[in-house]
């Protein structure tokens, strides 16, 4: 028996989803404007993109 139901991991995954748009950017300024570059934390994407796969893992396995 799992301790959440399939309504929650759902929710979850739509929920961490819509955060990983809001992850905030790392901004690097060279010296020029143009130079400008604007990038994700590449190490809180990987672990956000690990925890939602981990979760649709568990939903699909309990989908029945």
């Given at each position: 028996m799992?301790?959440?139901?399939q309504k929650d991991r759902k929710l979850a995954i739509e929920a961490l989803e819509h955060y990983k748009t809001q992850i905030?950017?790392?901004?690097?300024?060279?010296?020029?404007?143009?130079?400008?570059?604007?990038?994700?934390?590449?190490?809180k994407m990987m672990e956000?993109?690990?925890?939602?796969?981990w979760i649709k893992l568990e939903y699909f396995k309990n989908e029945n």
């Amino acid at each position: 028996m799992s301790l959440i139901s399939q309504k929650d991991r759902k929710l979850a995954i739509e929920a961490l989803e819509h955060y990983k748009t809001q992850i905030p950017l790392t901004i690097t300024i060279g010296e020029l404007v143009s130079d400008t570059v604007i990038e994700q934390d590449e190490q809180k994407m990987m672990e956000l993109n690990a925890l939602i796969n981990w979760i649709k893992l568990e939903y699909f396995k309990n989908e029945n």
